[in-house]
Each structure stands twice: as structure tokens, then as C-alpha cells.
């Protein structure tokens, strides 16, 4: 993550908050930016301050707010805050502040900052569904986007009043992983996949022995979530087949299926598949199933304890391989995901080699499991394997950072096709 400029080991962050309903989630924006470390200054707008006043502001930012151009004049704030920011995030952005900051509009402290930040700016919409599918709101992103501005998928979901649809403020969490991965890197997330669908694995299959009891790994979901979540940032449709991620939020922009067991999965990603640019399975399969599944609660008096008969589970990366190289399923860039330990006859990176051969697939992204990495972590690493022989390493960081980094290898893929 970058160091920036703020000698506190974190980066400053200008935090732009624009007058809609959604104003009061820019609260746990704050605190999970400043939580991480990061020096955050927020600058307001005037119609925001009606929704949350400035003492809340102050006090989680430890920081004045200020909202116009004449204030705090002689340290020339509304061209200091935009050259010495790391990043810049509005959150929520409404379809007025879209507009003006499109159209080149300076006349407070935040829209003056958005025209002097030499640093990547984050807008993330809010705003009823009308006003997003507008076309002048749409022409406005589209603007912003061709300016290198990364404008975020909004939400769907419960707006204000009764309404619903797109349009909703995403996850205060999604927004400071967003946040987060353009510190790391500021082309994270280009509009690359605009018009491609993709379909994405993850969490974690449970193999039910009674209503009770299962068998199952401790995959969390979070790697594929993040493959979702880039995804969508770069313009893809996205479908994601989630086994057992129910504490995880929803990416904005994503369609969700959610199953429980290998077979469920297997339905479900050939169902999904069947017209799909590019496939990444990250969803940790379980391997065997009980053979016999009890219909009742195994009660301690009913049996010693003893073996459990195991049946094989379906090799769902291998099937869609296969199903690709007979012509059934038409996907155009097959990935999987390997989590390995190694022995000391075999190297993580050997194994990974040797399962991206068998299992037909164009990249296999690997992961060196075990001491607290890779499952149930915030963070991972690995290498991304392509079938031409090229190796791509990950360095540990956020999830998001790697997705960004199989999303990179995907496009070359197609570039390649």
C-alpha cells in the first residue's frame, strides 16, 4: 500500500460527501479509512451538512470541516487538499455533484478539490434508479470515466421512501476495499470488461451428513467475492455462485446464486456458464461427500462412533474443462483457483502446474494454504499460471489486489483469442 504523504504510515484521503440521504453511511466510510491507518479529511458539501452535521465529521476525522472556497483562505485550501491527497473518494456522489464535476464546475471546497487532486478519485453513486439511468447522467460517468475517474457501480436495493432499484450507496466495506486497492495500485480497476459476462465461484461446498452435521473446508468466500467485485468495476456482467457466504455482502452490480453442496454448484455453473466470456472458479469444492445422508439427527445413544462411507464428489473445474474442449459449453477463458501446501518432494508451484494441465484450463491461480493464509484472512498471495507457460507472481495484500491481477490475465487472454 502506498506510504503517502502524511508521515503516519498510512496516505491521505480527501473524503467528499455530497447532500443525499446516503450521506450518514459516509460515517463508516470514515471510520474504516482512519481504522486503516489513513489520515482522512472530510470535505462536505453544504446540502450534506443537513443530513450529517459537521461535529460528527470532525470528531471521527479528527480534522476541521470546512464546505467553501473562503474559508481557511490564506492556506489556499481548495487547491492544497487536491495536490497533496494520495486519493480522493466521494461517497455518496449524487447525480448533481456527477455533473459538475463532468462539467468542470468549481464553485465549493469539494468540486474545486476534484479539479486540482493529482491522484486517483473514487466517486461512488447514490441517487434514485430514474436519475442513474438518465442519459445525462449517463453521459456525465461516461465523461468522468474517459477522464481516468473510476465512477463505481452503485448499488440495488432499498432507496429512499419505499422505493427500490439501482441507484443504492454501496457497502461502506466495499468502498474502503475499493479505496484500498487504488492506493495500491491506481489502474486497478479499468473499464476492460465492459460488455463481457462473467461467471465467478466462491465460498466453500457443505456436504451434509444428518440435518445436523457436515462436511465442509474453511473457505470464507472473500477471494471470489473480490473477483466479483473488480469485475464489476471493470465494466463486466457478473454472475457469482456462492456456496455458503451468507455474512458477506453482495458486490454492488453483481447477480447472485446461492448453493450449499458440489452438486448444487455443479448445476448451477454449467447453467451460468453456457454463454460466458470467462469462467474463474474459486469455490473450494469439496472433494467427498458422505455416501449416506441421515435423515435425522445421529443421536449418541443410536451408535458408536465409527467410519463414515464416503462418496466422490464432481470435479466441477475438470467438467467445464472438458465440456469446453468437446464443444458443449463455449466459454472463452477458463480459470481455477488451487490452494496447495507442498511436500518435500513437490513445490506448491509443481502441484499448481500439474493440476492447470489436467484440468484444461487457460490460468490456474495458486495458493500456498496454511499459518493463517489464504482461507478466512483479509489478505492473500499466490502465483497466476497461464497455459503458455508464464508465471505471474502476486505479492500478500488485499484479496481485491489479487483479483485485479487474474482480471489482468483474463484480458490478455482474450487479447490472445
Not at 471521527?60 to 486519493?87: I, K, Y
Not at 491506481?186 to 460488455?195: Q, S
Not at 448444487?264 to 454449467?270: N, V, W
Not at 474463474?280 to 469439496?286: E, F, I, W
Amino acid at each position: 500500500m502506498s506510504e503517502g504523504r502524511s508521515g503516519s504510515g498510512g496516505s491521505r484521503i480527501v473524503l467528499g460527501v455530497s447532500g443525499g440521504i446516503a450521506a450518514y453511511k459516509a460515517c463508516e466510510v470514515l471510520r474504516g479509512l482512519t481504522e486503516s491507518g489513513h489520515d482522512v479529511q472530510v470535505v462536505p458539501t453544504e446540502a450534506a451538512l443537513r443530513f450529517v452535521g459537521s461535529a460528527t465529521f470532525e470528531g471521527l476525522s479528527g480534522h476541521p470541516v470546512r464546505t467553501g472556497v473562503f474559508e481557511d483562505v490564506p492556506s489556499v485550501a481548495h487547491v492544497r487538499l487536491g495536490q497533496e491527497a494520495d486519493l480522493v473518494v466521494v461517497a455518496p456522489a449524487t447525480a448533481d455533484l456527477i455533473a459538475r464535476a463532468a462539467n468542470g464546475i468549481a464553485d465549493d471546497l469539494l468540486t474545486s478539490t476534484l479539479l486540482t487532486a493529482h491522484c486517483p478519485v473514487l466517486l461512488v453513486p447514490a441517487m434514485h434508479t430514474e436519475m442513474w439511468e438518465n442519459a445525462a447522467t449517463r453521459r456525465n460517468v461516461e465523461t468522468l470515466r474517459s477522464r481516468g475517474v473510476v465512477v463505481a457501480e452503485p448499488d440495488t436495493g432499498r432507496l429512499t421512501g419505499a422505493d427500490s432499484g439501482k441507484g443504492r450507496l454501496p457497502d461502506p466495506a466495499e468502498i474502503v476495499d475499493l479505496a484500498r486497492l487504488l492506493l495500491t495500485d491506481p489502474a486497478a480497476v479499468p473499464r476492460d470488461l465492459t460488455g463481457r459476462k462473467v461467471v465467478i465461484s466462491a465460498g466453500g461446498t457443505r456436504e451434509p451428513l444428518d440435518p445436523v452435521r457436515y462436511l465442509g473446508n474453511r473457505s470464507s468466500g472473500r477471494q471470489g467475492f473480490a473477483l466479483a467485485r473488480v469485475a464489476a468495476h471493470r465494466g463486466a456482467e457478473v454472475t457469482l455462485v456462492a456456496a455458503n457466504t451468507a455474512e458477506l455482502a453482495v458486490p454492488a452490480g453483481v447477480r447472485l446464486r446461492r448453493v450449499d453442496t458440489a452438486e448444487q454448484l455443479r448445476t448451477e455453473m454449467f447453467d451460468a456458464s453456457a454463454d460466458a466470456d470467462a469462467v474463474v472458479m474459486s469455490a473450494a469444492v469439496a472433494d467427498f461427500r458422505p455416501a449416506e445422508r441421515v435423515e435425522h439427527k445421529i443421536k449418541k445413544a443410536d451408535r458408536e462412533p465409527g467410519p463414515v462411507e464416503l462418496a466422490r464428489n464432481p470435479d466441477v473445474l475438470g467438467e467445464l474443462g472438458a465440456a469446453r474442449s468437446e464443444g458443449r459449453l463455449r466459454i472463452g477463458v477458463l480459470a481455477g483457483f488451487a490452494a496447495e501446501t507442498g511436500d518435500p518432494d513437490t513445490t506448491v508451484l509443481q502441484y499448481g502446474r500439474d493440476k492447470l494441465a489436467s484440468k484444461a484450463c487457460d490460468l490456474l491461480v495458486v495458493n500456498a494454504v496454511g499459518d493463517g493464509r489464504a482461507f478466512e484472512v483479509e489478505d492473500n498471495a499466490g502465483w497466476v499460471l497461464a497455459a503458455s507457460g508464464t508465471q505471474r507472481p502476486v505479492p500478500y495484500g488485499a484479496k481485491s489486489l489479487l483479483a485485479s491481477r487474474v482480471w489482468d490475465a483474463v484480458v490478455e487472454q482474450f487479447a490472445d483469442q
